[in-house]
């Protein structure tokens, strides 16, 4: 049984920092998939970042490149998502994401003006 915890979410002014944490288990993470999502209210879940650790390549939305970091660590199984210069319009749930089709429970993101 796959299972993904996120934590780190909060509230933040605009132009702050968050970091989010997703300790992964019950899955090979040094050959994983791993990507966060976000949902904000009334809009669809969007890919924001991903990170192959087999190939240890990354992929971004281009609404967050060059302000955030997807990054692993393969000794905790946990991968990260740095948030740097926040802007409102990255209000939403942040959700981890393990390839095929494995999520975690989701850690709100506030960021005010």
């Known amino acids: 049984q796959v299972q993904l915890v996120e934590s780190g979410g909060g509230l933040v002014q605009s132009g702050g920092s968050l970091r989010l944490s997703c300790v992964a288990s019950?899955?090979?993470?040094?050959?994983?998939?791993m990507a966060w999502y976000r949902q904000a209210p009334g809009k669809e879940r969007e890919f924001v970042a991903g990170i192959s650790n087999f190939v240890g390549s990354t992929g971004y939305a281009d609404s967050v490149k060059g302000r955030f970091t997807i990054s692993t660590d393969k000794a905790t199984n946990t991968v990260y998502l740095q948030m740097n210069s926040l802007k409102p319009e990255d209000t939403a749930v942040y959700y981890c994401?393990?390839?095929?089709?494995?999520w975690g429970q989701g850690t709100q993101v506030t960021v005010s003006s």
């Open positions: 994401n393990a390839w095929p089709d494995w």
């Open positions: 019950g899955l090979d993470f040094s050959r994983s998939e």
